[in-house]
């Protein structure tokens, strides 16, 4: 095993929360063989700078708090990392349904304000495209524009 491509991969592994495909990708860059790539992903998980179910907790909660995405959404770009499913849906379960749906109802409240629209039909309709597209569920978006039109300070 070459120690020197070892210790680097390690020191990006350290930095920040890996998935197991990206290092395996990052290794073939390298021109790696498999076999001896293989052995480095091998060390990498038994010294844990590399744990996929870490990477998937990380990844949610990150995309969630930060980037405002919901869980079908994170758990599309999750399985595109090559994440297993048992993974995904314990990283997933972390993700607190209060706090989403708080920050879902931030986001249609504030995509509401600059949505130019017809009538109350057609705004409900780009909200409920606009919180698709940020992964978050259907029913999710219903009850957050229920709450929209309930909320006094603002009038559709």
């Known amino acids: 095993m070459n120690q020197k491509i070892l210790y680097k991969i390690a020191a990006l592994c350290s930095r920040a929360e890996r998935s197991e495909q990206y290092v395996k990708e990052k290794l073939s860059t390298w021109n790696i063989s498999p076999e001896e790539s293989s052995e480095i992903i091998d060390y990498l998980i038994k010294n844990k700078y590399l744990d996929n179910l870490r990477f998937a907790c990380a990844f949610a909660r990150s995309k969630s708090l930060h980037s405002k995405w919901g869980q079908t959404k994170i758990a599309y770009h999750l399985r595109a990392k090559q994440v297993s499913s048992e993974h995904i ?23 509401a304000k600059t949505i130019k629209y017809k009538d109350l039909y057609d705004l409900k309709n780009k909200l409920l495209r606009f919180g698709i597209s940020r992964g978050f569920s ?8 229920e709450k929209l039109q309930k909320n006094a300070s603002f009038t559709f």
Do not use: R, V
Not at 139 to 144: G, K, L, V
């Open 138 to 145: 259907f029913s999710a978006i219903n009850e957050a524009i």
């Open 89 to 111: 849906s314990i990283a997933l379960k972390q993700i607190d349904n209060e706090t989403e749906d708080k920050i879902l109802f931030d986001l249609l409240n504030k995509k």
